[in-house]
């Protein structure tokens, strides 16, 4: 099924030259948006399920892409993780970043060693990183960077935005230090956007494969009771809402990266099962169950609610493509 282009409406500047006319009119940009406009960006997390479509992205219309490499010694953009040290090419002018590197949370279960490296893989790059952008002679003019919806805690039936306060749990305090981490761009005067991710859903990888394996089998279903929230986006919107981020010159701070429509895990999970064409029963793990075989990751993963929109697409001017649960999975899934 060919997939929807987000809508972004660019916002007039009030002291954009009268007289200019079309959809440009008014529009401040860090930098170009047409194909040959070759920008230099830098991604952490390449390989990773949104790194990976972000530079295909980026790459097709014609930037140069550069990821940090954390093996090859001769590599332009290096990260030493036994020594904290990032090393970058002076030879090369970023002219963003984009840090979407960390740890999968849902890996493992969560043992101590596990949560000091969900946190360090995260927090450590993150400092190290943002210390020598802002040492940089010649600093990038925007540094997007990867935080969770987690930042909220598990916000049972409430929902929260971006005015919200930190939870208190254990994704909570991961999601605060890595913000926090990102201090020295911004105290250098980089411009930087917290990116606070919802579920991401790609039949590529992620909770939305992970979800769709039982159902292919013969059949899937809600977890505990299904009353708890869960706060998704089309891959292809998260995309399209970076490349945003990346060049309008007026955004920064934290932004929701949510469709604006939680679906509780039972309406999730029924929908799912609808576009499969496979039965969804209720319920497919109980509980208590839950608890015993995946302890504190399942009871914050599986079983935690997070109701979450985000109040400033309209400020920014942006609208999902899919705000439609069931036709986001048929995009995906078909």
């Not at 305090?173 to 917290?194: H, S, Y």
Request: net charge positive; charged share 25%.
């Amino acid at each position: 099924m060919r997939r929807r282009d987000s809508q972004i409406r660019f916002r007039q500047d009030p002291a954009a030259p009268a007289g200019r006319k079309g959809a440009a009119a008014g529009r401040r940009l860090s930098f170009g948006e047409t194909a040959i406009d070759s920008l230099n960006v830098l991604i952490t997390g390449a390989t990773g399920l949104i790194g990976g479509a972000l530079r295909e992205r980026l790459e097709s219309r014609r930037h140069r892409v550069f990821a940090l490499d954390r093996s090859d010694a001769g590599a332009a953009f290096r990260y030493s993780a036994e020594r904290r040290e990032i090393r970058l090419d002076p030879a090369i002018e970023l002219d963003a970043v984009v840090n979407l590197a960390g740890a999968n949370i849902s890996a493992s279960r969560w043992s101590e060693d596990y949560k000091r490296l969900i946190m360090d893989s995260r927090v450590k790059l993150t400092r190290a990183l943002a210390a020598v952008l802002a040492a940089s002679a010649h600093k990038p003019r925007v540094f997007l960077s990867a935080t969770a919806i987690g930042f909220y805690g598990d916000t049972g039936a409430e929902t929260a935005d971006e005015s919200s306060p930190r939870g208190a749990d254990f994704l909570a305090e991961v999601a605060g230090a890595w913000e926090a981490a990102c201090e020295p761009a911004l105290a250098a005067g980089i411009r930087t956007v917290n990116m606070r991710f919802g579920v991401v859903l790609s039949r590529d990888g992620g909770v939305l494969k992970e979800m769709s394996l039982p159902f292919k089998l013969g059949g899937g279903g809600k977890l505990g009771d299904g009353s708890q929230y869960m706060s998704w986006i089309a891959l292809s919107d998260v995309i399209s809402l970076i490349e945003l981020c990346l060049r309008d010159e007026t955004i920064s701070g934290p932004i929701n990266f949510v469709s604006g429509r939680p679906a509780t895990n039972a309406e999730f999970t029924r929908a799912l099962g609808k576009v499969l064409r496979r039965p969804a029963f209720s319920p497919f793990l109980r509980a208590w169950l839950i608890r015993l075989l995946f302890g504190e990751m399942g009871e914050a993963l599986l079983l935690g609610s997070n109701r979450v929109v985000s109040r400033r697409y309209e400020e920014i001017g942006f609208t999902p493509a899919y705000s439609d649960l069931t036709e986001a999975l048929i995009a995906e899934l078909r």
